[in-house]
């Protein structure tokens, strides 16, 4: 097949196979031998069924991203128009807006929408793209963020033309996505697999892929990589096994797997009664991990030290802000 970033038809290497418990469809992930991007076989967004299945237990941020900040930094909005497209419950619209900008958000996710309102943000639009545009013919952005939006879309470069089409000449665009170059000592979250994440991106495919759409890069950060992120990726690495290992020991043989199984599935089966609240569950093994947290800090401290010494440059994301040729 084609990369579906730069259109490139040279002979793919083929990185993994992954089989999605979600709906047990096979997928191949490839690597553009053009761009370098890493794009799933097949390419197609699984659809809002599928996420609903995918993520039932998991809910809108509401702590501002490391970078929102970054965005922000120096910015005088005053006067200026920003769009914050996946806008979710309005934690950047908020910062963009005390910065100066009148700032409008969009986003597919009604109830994400609902409490954007409810903390008071204006100029909020639930739906895409094109029907934004069609609501606002005309209207165009000095400023437009899109963190971590483009790895899920199966049409990457027809949302970048509607977006280079919303910017002014010189506007700014924003834009986050995981970095795949970053160091995985413990393997790979399921969530960064197809059809959830559909792309995986470097430095150079997404320079060349804004290039193509008539966006110059102004500044591109690939260095963040905190602690927190190893001590995360070990402990749910543990998590993914003691899961496993309590499948095989307490359930059934044939029971149908489900990304969203936790303790919850076990639970029925020889668990204490208190331990049946979901709410004191989940309390316990929030309480459980943030002692993990604490006590392995000291250790992935050094692994961070190791990792930004002999691999500079390949932090967790690709933190790229991109100018429109006028
Ligand atoms: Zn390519």
């Known amino acids: 097949m084609n990369c579906p970033v730069c259109g ?27 761009c370098g ?10 659809g809002a069924g599928w996420y609903a299945r995918f993520s039932s237990a998991a809910g809108y941020e509401e702590t501002p991203k490391p970078h929102f900040k970054e965005v922000l930094r120096g910015q005088d909005g005053r006067g200026r128009l920003a769009l914050d ?26 109830e994400a929408i609902a409490a954007a309102r409810a903390k008071g943000l204006a100029n909020l639009f639930m739906g895409d793209l094109n029907a934004f545009r069609e609501k606002f013919p005309g209207l165009k952005f000095d400023l437009i963020t899109y963190f971590d939006c483009i790895e899920h879309l199966d049409d990457p470069n027809a949302e970048l033309d509607r977006i280079s089409s919303l910017l002014k000449d010189g506007g700014q665009l924003a834009l986050t996505t995981p970095n795949t170059d970053r160091p995985l000592p413990f393997g790979r979250d399921y969530f960064d697999m197809p059809p959830h994440h559909l792309t995986r991106w470097t430095r150079g495919a997404l320079t060349a892929f804004l290039a193509s759409h008539g ?31 309590a499948r095989a020991v307490l359930l059934p043989k044939g029971t149908p797997d489900s990304v969203t199984f936790t303790a919850a599935a076990a639970a029925g089966a020889g668990t204490p009664g208190f331990l049946r609240s979901a709410r004191t569950r989940q309390r316990l093994v929030k309480a459980f991990y943030d002692v993990l947290h604490v006590f392995t800090f000291p250790v992935f401290f050094w692994m961070m030290l190791y990792y930004r010494l002999t691999r500079p440059g390949r932090g967790t994301q690709l933190f790229a802000i991109a100018a429109r040729r006028g």
């Open 37 to 46: 991007v890493e794009f799933a076989d097949p390419f197609k967004n699984p």
């Open 8 to 34: 490139s038809v040279s002979a793919h290497t083929r990185l993994e196979t992954w089989l999605d418990p979600v709906d047990k469809a096979s997928y191949a992930v490839l690597r553009c031998a053009g």
């Open 85 to 110: 497209i996946g806008c979710g419950t309005g934690v950047f619209l908020a910062m963009a807006q005390a910065a100066g900008f009148e700032a409008y958000g969009i986003d597919i996710n009604p």
């Open 215 to 245: 966006l110059e890069i102004v500044r591109l950060d690939s260095s963040y990589l905190p602690v927190w992120e190893f001590s995360r990726r070990f402990i749910s690495a543990l998590r993914e096994l003691a899961m496993k290992a």
